[in-house]
Structures are given as C-alpha cells and as structure tokens.
C-alpha cells in the first residue's frame, strides 16, 4: 500500500480488512467507575456483561491530539496518510485528529496527511475503508483519493435497528417508565446517520419482525441499483441473527458483496445486544 490508512475507534472493521489494508486504528477510551479501557482491549461480550454487573454504562472519550499525534509519528514519513474519523457530529475525535495532524505538520512540515469526517460510524467507516483500498488498487493518487472518497461521505446511508433498549435507560438518554412501556408494548428503534451526522429516531416498530422489514423498506427508499454496490453490517453480539437479516436483504436487494463484522465496545455501548447497523452507498 503506497497510502496508509488510518481510522479510530468508533470503526467496526472485519478482521480481514484491517490486515489485508494495513489500517492502523487510534483506540477511544471507555471509563466505568472502577476501571478504564482502551476500545481495542475489550471485546463486545466482556462488554455487556461488565454494563449488566455494574448495572452502568461507561463514559466514552476520544483519543487526545497527543494519541493521535504519536500514531501520524510511527507511520512511514514518505507515505500520505489517510485518516477516517468517527463523525464529529458524535465525537470529538475528528478535531482532535486535525489537531494531532497540525502538531507533526509543525515539526515536518512535507508529510501529506488528510483527516476526513466521516459522517458515520461503525460498519459505515469499513464501507469508506473498504472502497479506499479498493481505489488505491486502481492506482488513484493521494489527492484523487481525498476527493473521492470526500464525495463518498456524502453518498453513505447508515441505518440502525435495536433489539433492545436496555442500554439507552441505563445511560439515562431513555426515561426509565418509558423504556418499561417500551418493552411491554414491543418497540424497536429504527434509527438512522443524519445529514450532519447525528443520530436521530427515525421510526419506532412493534414487533422484531416488523421492525426488520422495515430496516429493508428503507434501503429501497435510498438506493435503487445495488447490482454494483457493497453492504456493510455489523451487530451486537450476534452473528446469527445478523446472517438471517444480511440473507433477508439480499433476497430483495442484490448487492455484489457483503462486509460483515461485530460492533466494537463503543457502538455497543450504546446499541446493546442484538443492534444492527448497516451501511450503503445511495444512487
């Protein structure tokens, strides 16, 4: 790879990519009361039960623009660097990315860095990491890269659906009365990556089933022809289940590829058990 990518950790990234591109990843930090992680020391399932024995979710915390200054430090000085951030509408993670950039770029000042805000997060940075690689194969340079992959941002649709709300009523962002009517009456939430992005309510389902089909309905609204296109999904501590979905959407959408992943502690966090995110190009 004559570009190095990097991203942080509000990124999902299969296994096979992260090594296949040589992504470096600059880790958050997740704080409970008695101890603190980086997100790439702790995986989903310690997660979930750590927030279920402590009965609290942790705070979440970006790395500083000193973390992300000593990882531009390590990488190739001759090599452009390609940094995909976590949205800033979520994290303050890409201003301290820029940040980080302008320190190194003080002390060597011909290094060719680009810090991009995604807009998005979890599988959806995977899908820009993915079609990065895919371009660097086609030979694009640097800037031809930086411009493309600018107007893929804006391109990217990034729904999710949660399976529970358990975790919104621990962190206090969901009144605890209405998380209980919530689970009496079987709702889910559908939510979706806005054009700032945020994360907004989009609908509320009854029912699982109903809240996937959903999920689908809303991919044809955003795009039509998927025949040359890759989704992107990832999911809460269930594979299973997130096969059936990803095979239910293919039946009515046929993309040429899949990219398919867990969701690291910070998206887990915050979606609990059993969430599905999904990530596409729209027409």
């Not at 302008?102 to 993915?130: F, Y």
Request: one cysteine or more.
């Amino acid at each position: 790879m004559n570009i190095q990518l990097m991203t942080d950790g509000g990124a999902d990234i299969p296994n096979w990519l992260k090594e296949s591109l040589h992504i470096k990843i600059v880790p958050l930090y997740l704080h409970f009361s008695d101890e603190q992680y980086n997100s790439d020391q702790v995986e989903s399932q310690k997660l979930f039960k750590k927030i279920k024995d402590l009965k609290e979710l942790p705070r979440s915390s970006s790395p500083s623009p000193n973390d992300f200054y000593q990882y531009y430090k390590e990488m190739d000085p001759n090599k452009p660097i390609l940094m995909l951030s976590i949205s800033g509408g979520l994290s303050s993670s890409y201003e301290n990315a820029v940040a980080g950039k302008n320190m190194i770029l003080e002390e060597e000042p011909n290094r060719q860095i680009e810090v991009i805000n995604t807009k998005t997060a979890s599988c959806g940075i995977a899908l820009l990491l993915h079609e990065s690689g895919r371009k660097i194969g086609e030979g694009l340079t640097f800037d031809e890269l930086v411009e493309h992959i600018h107007g893929r941002v804006q391109q990217t649709a990034t729904l999710f659906v949660l399976k529970t709300l358990e975790n919104l009523v621990i962190g206090g962002r969901l009144d605890k009365v209405k998380g209980t009517i919530a689970k009496t009456l079987n709702i889910r939430l559908l939510m979706r990556g806005s054009e700032e992005g945020t994360i907004e309510v989009s609908e509320k389902v009854r029912g699982d089933k109903k809240s996937i089909q959903r999920l689908i309905e809303q991919i044809g609204e955003q795009a039509k022809n998927m025949e040359d296109k890759i989704i992107s999904m990832s999911h809460g501590d269930d594979e299973e289940r997130a096969k059936t979905i990803l095979s239910q959407i293919q039946e009515n959408f046929k993309f040429k590829d899949a990219l398919l992943m867990e969701t690291g502690p910070l998206i887990s966090t915050y979606g609990g058990e059993g969430a599905i995110v999904i990530s596409f190009f729209k027409d």
